[in-house]
């Protein structure tokens, strides 16, 4: 991939939704949801070592989704275009969660905060989609 080059306005706008839709189908519980947004050969890493394919994504998430003690926001901000090669845009942004997890009636919360590595194709149908993302967070557990 080059450097930064032309990304039409639409194009970004919709990357932009593309992130959103990406939290709001984690913290929303719906991982079918979560399926039509990542390619079939996504790579998953938020820490705990990529996951690889579409179908092993869901499945993890639909394990999370039904794990009612755990609640979390997902925020992310400072989109940053790194690099656009035809139809797939490295970027990297931002990222906050909160979450709280009551395990045996003891509450914990749990703050994150660092850098999504994203990068993103845009589908023959013309949407844009999660084809990689690698998690840094930027302070300690």
């Known amino acids: 991939m080059t450097a930064p080059s032309y990304l039409d306005p ?3 706008i919709a990357i932009e939704d593309l992130l959103t839709d990406l ?14 947004l990542v390619t079939e050969d996504v790579s998953f890493d938020v820490g705990h070592g990529p ?10 998430f639909s394990a999370r ?8 926001r997902h925020l992310w901000s400072n989109l940053k275009i790194v690099a656009v090669d035809g139809d797939t845009v490295r970027l990297r942004c931002a ?11 003891a509450r914990s919360r749990i703050w994150r905060c660092g850098d999504y590595h994203d990068v993103v194709r ?5 949407r844009w989609l999660l084809a ?3 998690l840094d967070l ?4």
């Open 23 to 36: 939290s709001l189908a984690v913290d929303d519980r719906e991982p079918q949801r979560l399926s039509t």
């Open 95 to 105: 990222f906050a969660t909160f979450a709280v997890t009551d395990l045996d009636g």
């Open 51 to 60: 996951i690889l394919g579409r179908g092993a994504v869901v499945e993890g």
């Open 138 to 141: 930027a302070l300690p557990d």
């Open 122 to 126: 845009k589908g023959a149908d013309g």
């Open 10 to 12: 639409a194009d970004r």
């Open 65 to 72: 989704a039904s794990d009612l003690s755990f609640v979390a």
């Open 132 to 134: 990689e993302r690698r």
